[in-house]
């Protein structure tokens, strides 16, 4: 697929919580890039249990992480963002990248290497063959990885995120096509909404893992739900 053609996407949907609500979904883009970022940002820094031990600041994370990962995403066009149709005010977005080509490192402090943390990584995979652990893409678009979900904490509980995330794998032209897409979950509200969207989980670490300088093999569970 010529990516670089691909029809813009736009949406708009009302949850299914607040059918008064008109949600306009739109591609992240260098001009929205900031707001994403910084309200991405805000919301982990207050929200996320790792981000709250250690301790972030949500300048540091949208400045070192999040803003990057917007501008990306806009290059790309793989990511989603939605805005309140009425204020155009910033209510949630989906951020992924795509693993061909990744040149991008998180951002991590060094209270991040004192947690211990029990990480989950989730698989959706149109073949099975393309679900087996140690897969590498050949080509772009193949393989693409889930990187954050966020929605405004103002417009929590209406279940935008589930839905924003449905309307992400299977109506965006470039998401959808993809053999296979990874994510990482770390909360019981990701985990939730990654399950009710297909994922299942394939393998589990501990977070220190990640940050080691030779990780140890991942743990590969067959058949867990």
């Known amino acids: 697929m010529d990516f670089c053609n691909s029809e813009v996407f736009s949406k708009v949907f009302s949850p299914r919580k607040d059918p008064n609500l008109k949600l306009t979904v739109t591609p992240i883009t260098e001009e929205n890039a900031q707001i994403v970022a910084d309200s991405i940002a805000a919301s982990f820094c ?5 981000c709250v031990l250690a301790e972030l600041e949500p300048e540091t994370l ?27 005010e910033f209510v949630g977005a989906c951020l992924f990248l795509d ?35 140690g897969f590498k893409p050949t080509k772009m678009y193949e393989n693409l990885h889930f990187q954050t979900m966020g929605v405004n904490p103002k417009y929590g509980g209406l279940g935008i995120c589930t839905e924003l995330t449905r309307i992400c794998l299977e109506e965006h032209p470039i ?21 009710k969207n297909g994922f299942k989980i394939f393998w589990k670490k501990q977070y220190k893992e990640y940050l080691s300088e030779e990780p140890s093999e991942l743990s590969f569970l067959e058949g867990m739900d």
């Open 46 to 50: 207050s929200k996320e249990p790792l």
């Open 99 to 133: 693993m061909y080509n990744r040149d991008s490192e998180p951002f991590y402090t060094e209270t991040d290497r004192k947690i211990d943390r029990t990480h989950l990584i989730f698989k959706k995979s149109k073949e099975a063959a393309y679900g087996y652990p």
């Open 175 to 195: 998401i959808k096509e993809a053999k296979i897409i990874d994510a990482e979950a770390m909360n019981e509200f990701s985990k939730g909404i990654l399950l």
């Open 62 to 88: 949208s400045k070192k992480k999040y803003y990057h990962l917007c501008l990306r995403n806009a290059k790309e066009k793989l990511g989603l963002a939605c805005f309140n149709e009425a204020t155009g």
